[in-house]
């Protein structure tokens, strides 16, 4: 399976292969990053997600990055970001990275930005109705976060 995902997202073996970080609730969709050992010790890592009916792989531009979930429409979510050097989460979806913040207030009218630090949501339910995840404070203290769409 590791030659075969290494293929669908363009990557070689052997120093670049798949980590899986989750399966959708229905079964459909893998999601998970492409970590490339080639670069002298330096985190590399591509997220993407699989869909295993369609055989649709979505790749994102973010090489520092570690894919965490898939929305229910398809939106590549991930988080971990060591080359801004923060654990706020991203949604790839069409070519177009957008901040979880704004994928939250402009696609569904949850305004967190005040109250969040550095979010990073780590799953969302079948319906997409809710997000989970936990928010990490200037102090590098968590606290869990439900999100109600």
Do not use: C
């Amino acid at each position: 399976y590791s030659t075969y995902f290494n293929e669908t997202v363009g990557k070689t073996v052997p120093n670049k292969y798949p980590s899986i970080n989750n399966l959708s609730t229905d079964g459909r969709v893998i999601t998970g990053s492409i970590r490339d050992n080639t670069t002298n010790g330096a985190n590399m890592s591509t997220p993407f997600n699989y869909n295993i009916e369609t055989g649709e792989t979505n790749v994102a531009a973010d090489h520092y990055s570690t894919g965490t979930y898939t929305t229910p429409d398809g939106g590549l979510v991930y988080g971990l970001n060591y080359e801004r050097n923060t654990y706020d989460t991203f949604v790839w979806k069409n070519g177009v990275e957008t901040d979880m913040y704004d994928w939250l207030l402009n696609g569904h009218g949850v305004d967190i930005s005040e109250a969040a630090q550095q979010l990073l949501l780590q799953d969302i339910s079948q319906d997409g109705r809710v997000v989970v995840g936990r928010n990490i404070d200037a102090n590098g203290m968590s606290e869990v976060v439900i999100i109600s769409l």
